[in-house]
Every structure is written in structure tokens, then in C-alpha cells.
């Protein structure tokens, strides 16, 4: 198994809803991180774990929560959102981060609107 | 001026054309990635290059490190190779930060 999958493709939610984003992957990658991507914009780093850490928060507000139950699987938690917050958000995972030079492996992403 | 740069930003073509995008950055770099996205959808990694040349079916990309310099060539392009080719660089002194370049939209017309 080579790919990241995510869950749901497509997410509408209103802005008082509470709703999760679902991120897996069984290449035994160590590091996983959520992106933001606006149209025609490259992806803005959300949150990186390694090895179930949480390792960097650029600076997201609390409305968007990580979690990484285990070392296959993470998810982020939706509460509160803005329609501002309506973007792809991408999941991808790496063999670790550190200096080396290893490959990320991107999911298809989730198309969040926020209503 | 960003990082990274990409040239062109848009590319039409015809089936069957060989096609280059071109990437310069400006800082030091552990490795550079080309990247594809097709219109609303996620991303493939197609290259991560620190050194030299790689090939991939009709993929070629090159690095020149001491230019700062890359190129994404497509031979016999293909309509289904239309999307968006991302150049993004990982700096010296990062160690999970990627610098994205804007992006080449190419649209390969039959």
C-alpha cells in the first residue's frame, strides 16, 4: 500500500458544526502533516507529527484540532470554522522529517465549504 | 522575490510536444520535488532530486545545484499530462518545511 487516503473527499459544514477529517496511510511513514490550500495557491503547512508527536503548530487557530491516535491514522478536528476556512486540505505523510532527504506521499484531499 | 520561481506560469501545447518548466530557488537546498495536481484534486509526487537527472516513463527531471537551477521535461505530451507542475524546495536548514514555487499550469490540447 503506497498512498495516504483521506476521508471524506467533500465536507459541507456549517459554521456551528463539529466535524473530523480523516487521514491514513500504511507505508510505516513516521510523519504526517495537514496542509491548507486555497485556489491557486500553493499548500500552507498546518501541523506536523512525528511519531504521534505533535512537532510544529504554524501558528493554526484552536478552531482546527490534530490528532494522531496511532501512528497510521490522523485526524483533524473541525469546530467553529469560518467561511474563510473553506480550502483543500491535504494530508501527507514522509518516512520521518529531520535532514534527510525523504519523499512525501500527498492524499487527494478534502474539499472543506464552510456555510 | 519569491524563493522559488517558476517559468512559464501557463503552457499550451500540442499532443505529441515536448515540454519544459523551468524552476530556480535561491536558497540552499537538502532536495527539490516536482509535483503534479490535476484541477480540484490532490497531490502526486512525480521527483525528488538533489543531484543529477531522473527519468520516470516520458518524466525527465534535472537539478543543477550549483545554478539553482531545475527542469521538468514531459516528452510526447499527452493530454491527460494537463494539471498543474509544482516545483518545491526543502532549505538547508529545515527539516520539514517545504518552499512551494506558484505553480505551471499546462494545458496539452489534442
Known amino acids: 500500500d503506497t498512498e495516504v487516503t483521506q476521508t471524506p473527499k467533500h465536507l459541507v459544514m456549517g459554521m456551528t458544526n463539529k466535524k473530523s477529517l480523516k487521514c491514513e496511510q500504511h507505508m510505516g511513514h513516521r510523519a504526517m502533516y495537514w496542509y491548507k490550500q486555497k485556489a491557486k495557491k500553493p499548500p500552507e503547512l498546518m501541523f506536523v507529527?512525528?511519531?504521534?508527536?505533535?512537532?510544529i503548530n504554524e501558528s493554526v487557530p484552536s478552531r482546527f484540532s490534530p490528532e494522531c491516535p496511532n501512528s497510521s491514522l490522523l485526524n483533524l478536528h473541525l469546530h467553529a470554522l469560518q467561511p474563510e476556512d473553506s480550502a483543500l486540505y491535504l494530508c501527507?505523510?514522509?518516512?520521518?522529517?529531520?535532514?534527510?532527504?525523504?519523499?512525501?506521499?500527498f492524499g487527494s484531499g478534502t474539499r472543506l465549504t464552510v456555510v | 522575490k519569491n524563493e522559488v520561481e517558476q517559468s512559464p506560469q501557463n503552457l499550451t501545447a500540442q499532443e505529441g510536444e515536448f515540454i519544459t518548466i523551468n524552476c530556480s530557488y535561491s536558497v540552499g537546498i537538502s532536495a527539490l520535488h516536482w509535483l503534479q495536481q490535476h484541477p480540484g484534486g490532490g497531490i502526486v509526487s512525480l521527483f525528488m532530486?538533489?543531484?543529477?537527472?531522473k527519468k520516470h516513463g516520458r518524466l525527465i527531471a534535472t537539478i543543477n545545484i550549483q545554478e539553482k537551477h531545475s527542469s521538468l521535461h514531459i516528452t510526447a505530451s499527452h493530454p491527460r499530462d494537463s494539471a498543474v507542475y509544482i516545483c518545491?524546495?526543502?532549505?538547508?536548514?529545515?527539516?520539514?518545511?517545504?518552499?512551494w514555487g506558484a505553480g505551471t499550469k499546462l494545458i496539452i490540447k489534442p
Open positions: 532530486l538533489s543531484s543529477g537527472k
Open positions: 501527507a505523510s514522509s518516512q520521518m522529517t529531520g535532514r534527510s532527504n525523504y519523499g512525501y506521499t
Open positions: 518545491a524546495v526543502r532549505g538547508m536548514d529545515s527539516n520539514y518545511q517545504l518552499i
Open positions: 507529527y512525528s511519531y504521534e508527536k505533535l512537532s
